[in-house]
């Protein structure tokens, strides 16, 4: 129910979680429950199927031998370019990307001299 849900929310210890892409990474991505004892969610469905995926090219690399490697070579060195692409396109049509990107090439070099920016980084 939400009320639990938003009590367990509330008062989920961060204990280093500062900034919103680490609490995304921790509370969206990995899923992570609130302790040791709590069972949370469970497995998250696509970390066991990116893990299941890479053990399937581990095994196919090995048990084929070297005469057949070149073949997964081929997808796996060539896959993370094409994911790449793909990201890149999906990043430069998001809303706001233009600013962004300007905001990357033209910095402000006045926010260097504060220390807050640096302990951040």
């Not at 430069?92 to 220390?115: M, R, S």
């Amino acid at each position: 129910n939400y009320t639990t849900l938003k009590m367990i929310y509330d008062t989920f210890p961060d204990c280093c979680v500062r900034d919103p892409p680490q609490y995304y990474f921790y509370h969206h991505a990995l899923q992570i429950s609130t302790d040791i004892e709590a069972s949370g969610v469970g497995l998250n469905g696509k970390l066991v199927g990116c893990l299941v995926f890479a053990w399937i090219i581990t095994y196919l690399c090995v048990v084929k031998g070297i005469k057949s490697s070149g073949k997964v070579v081929y997808f796996t060195a060539t896959f993370p370019y094409v994911i790449l692409i793909i990201l890149f396109f999906r990043g430069v049509t998001l809303e706001g990307a233009g600013k962004g990107v300007k905001a990357f090439f033209n910095p402000n070099w006045e926010l260097l001299k504060n220390a807050d920016i640096w302990k951040d980084a």
